[in-house]
């Protein structure tokens, strides 16, 4: 059995996002599920560090935009947007008395940033704003008396939760438009009676040890365009195949997951690496080497 190309890197779990089509044929990267998935705003998951120098446990958190509700995956509570939220800027708070803390995310940067004030949380006038989720208000009157500040970088890996099933066949619908050929008969999976391993010139899904292919089929190989999902660590190439290997132009997309993936002003948010592949390997015909086509990646509008 071949090496996958993304176990040698390891330990880059970077989210790996590309953004031009200029000079690659991915076609899939184009489909809209998939970029709703990536980027999508409606629903975004972040996993948010401090400046600390120690390594820590993110602190997870899901934005409803649709509902205008934030969930804290580690207190599993929900919590109202502050009316003061624009389309850039997410604001809420949360309490913990005396102290109420009023949290802002900004979207393009990825900043999360708390300010801390001590209140009287049985104040009528309090009770009233809190009540119509405009705490912010309340900075015209209370001073802060600390404030925080965290960094953070989108993830996707809680999507799949409980949901890879409905992503996995809308990536398959739209890839049988783009494709131009049929649905593969059944799905495709380890062992003697794998029906992929007919499959000719057709696009169907197959789900492998550690990982889902969703794409063109050729001979029973994974041939022409394909997503390769690898569940276990949360990565994602998006690509050309030929006969199973990476083979022509690709993009992998791997999530932060580290500290410092997150909070240094370098290894922020995100990356891109695009490029050309031969047989699983980063191309020696590519112009730069993988590490020198690393970039900075801001959140996509």
């Not at 934005?63 to 599993?76: E, Q």
């Not at 802002?104 to 009287?120: D, M, P, Q, R, Y």
């Amino acid at each position: 059995m071949k090496n996958n190309w993304s176990t040698k890197f390891i330990g880059f779990t970077f989210l790996f996002i590309f953004l031009s089509s200029n000079c690659f044929s991915e076609n899939y990267l184009n489909l809209k599920s998939f970029n709703n998935f990536i980027y999508g705003k409606d629903i975004i998951h972040l996993a948010c560090y401090t400046d600390s120098d120690e390594p820590e446990k993110p602190l997870i958190i899901k934005i409803n935009s649709v509902d205008k509700i934030i969930y804290d995956l580690a207190d599993y509570e929900f919590i109202n947007f502050d009316i003061s939220s624009t389309d850039s800027v997410i604001k809420f708070n949360t309490e913990k008395p005396p102290y109420l803390f009023l949290n802002s995310i900004k979207l393009k940067s990825l900043e999360f940033s708390i300010s801390e004030i001590i209140i009287n949380f049985k104040d009528s006038n309090i009770v009233s704003v809190l009540n119509q989720n405009n705490a912010f208000s309340l900075l015209k009157t209370y001073q802060p008396t600390n404030n925080f500040i965290f960094n953070c970088a989108i993830i996707w890996k809680y999507k799949l939760f409980n949901n890879k099933d409905k992503y996995y066949n809308k990536f398959l619908e739209e890839a049988l438009i783009v494709s131009q050929k049929p649905k593969c008969s059944g799905i495709g999976g380890l062992g003697p009676d794998d029906p992929s391993l007919n499959w000719n010139n057709c696009v169907g899904i197959k789900k492998g040890s550690d990982y889902v292919y969703i794409g063109e089929f050729v001979d029973g190989y994974y041939h022409g365009q394909g997503i390769q999902i690898y569940e276990a660590n949360d990565e994602i190439y998006v690509g050309n195949f030929k006969e199973d290997y990476k083979d022509g132009y690709g993009t992998f997309f791997f999530q932060a997951k580290s500290l410092f993936e997150a909070r240094d002003r370098f290894y922020k948010k995100s990356w891109i690496v695009s490029g050309k592949f031969l047989e699983d390997e980063w191309s020696d015909e590519n112009a730069k080497s993988f590490y020198e086509t690393i970039e900075q990646l801001d959140f996509k509008y």
